[in-house]
T-cell receptor, first 115, second 116 residues
Framework: EPEVTQTPSHQVTQMGQEVILRCVPI?????FYWYRQILGQKVEFLVS????????KSEIFDDQFSVERPDGSNFTLKIRSTKLEDSAMYFC?????????????FGPGTRLLVL | AQKITQTQPGMFVQEKEAVTLDCTYD???????LFWYKQPSSGEMIFLIY??????QNATEGRYSLNFQKARKSANLVISASQLGDSAMYFC?????????????FGTGTKLQVIP
């Protein structure tokens, strides 16, 4: 069964450093998303992406964040200058218009720890 | 804006028994989808079941069923014949329908523990 994959599974970085989180969405999906989950809290929407541009972004998704689809398979989230409060699980998700409810399928997540 | 409320932070259930996890929602969208996701301790987010707001019948997927009561704005998840592997966090979620790229709004989750 096709699935969303994410790398790395864990990332530790120093405050102020840049990180890039990578995702490979399900191959025939056209809509891509990033969410984050701070430890013990609920999942929060960051950004949606379609047709090579951002469709919607939350107030969390400020200028330190960017997304890119550098090729036909990868979808990346870049955090330019990490802060302590960026420590969280980051989930990539993808969906297709022809799936019931346009259900979003999530990857296994990347645990980011900012020291 | 959409809002999901899960009032049960934690639940216990005996193995092989059925359990209901509560979810209420609020939205002004005329058409929407309701979802349940499972998050085991390993952290991944696993899609379980979907219910469309205009679906006439309650959704079922194996041991999972969604008790959808539109007038009451509730979308409770029923897990039948609980197994030890069902121990996890369960999130109720919703999104507007249409447009393809709609963000999902999550509840705070219910931690289910299945007791042998």
């Amino acid at each position: 069964e096709p699935e969303v994959t994410q790398t790395p599974s864990h990332q530790v970085t120093q405050m102020g450093q840049e990180v890039i989180l990578r995702c490979v969405p399900i191959s025939n999906h056209l809509y891509f998303y990033w969410y984050r989950q701070i430890l013990g809290q609920k999942v929060e929407f960051l950004v949606s992406f379609y047709n090579n541009e951002i469709s919607e972004k939350s107030e969390i998704f400020d200028d330190q964040f960017s997304v890119e689809r550098p090729d036909g398979s990868n979808f990346t989230l870049k955090i330019r200058s990490t802060k302590l409060e960026d420590s969280a699980m980051y989930f990539c998700a993808s969906s297709a218009w022809d799936v019931p409810g346009e259900t979003q399928y999530f990857g296994p997540g990347t645990r980011l720890l900012v020291l | 804006a959409q809002k999901i409320t899960q009032t049960q932070p934690g639940m216990f259930v005996q193995e092989k028994e059925a359990v209901t996890l509560d979810c209420t929602y609020d939205t002004s969208d005329p058409s929407y989808g309701l979802f349940w996701y499972k998050q085991p301790s390993s952290g991944e987010m696993i899609f379980l079941i979907y219910q469309g707001s205009y679906d006439q019948q309650n959704a079922t997927e194996g041991r999972y069923s969604l008790n959808f009561q539109k007038a009451r704005k509730s979308a409770n998840l029923v897990i039948s014949a609980s197994q030890l592997g069902d121990s996890a966090m369960y999130f109720c979620a919703m999104s507007p329908r249409g447009g393809g790229y709609q963000k999902v709004t999550f509840g705070t989750g219910t931690k289910l523990q299945v007791i042998p």
